[in-house]
């Protein structure tokens, strides 16, 4: 398990990448929630929020490792990492509605 919970500037962010852009939806998704993602040369680096954890999702027999990432708000993704390269998938598992600071819904 990885997380960003103690001193924030000892604790690595949690990244990924991406090999492609993402689809604008997506990308207002995660930067709703607080995620900074950074496009360069068809690649799309994405930087989770502090207090983001990831934990590893038990598979034997495949490829790849798959971890479950959960923002701070609740937010959840799968990421799915494949062992022979450094480039990842990664899926939105649940959408939390974000909230301003009185409780109200953002949309």
Known sequence: METNTSN???????TVLLKADIAPRAEAILRLHG?????????????FPFGTTRHLIPFSRTRADRY???????????QVQPRDTVYCDLYIETIVVARNDK???SD
């Open 8 to 14: 924030q500037s000892t604790i690595p962010a949690i």
């Open 35 to 47: 995620c900074l993602i950074d496009k360069q040369g068809g690649q799309t680096l994405i930087t």
């Open 103 to 105: 409780g109200q819904s």
């Open 68 to 78: 479950r990432i959960t923002l701070p708000d609740g937010q959840t993704f799968k």
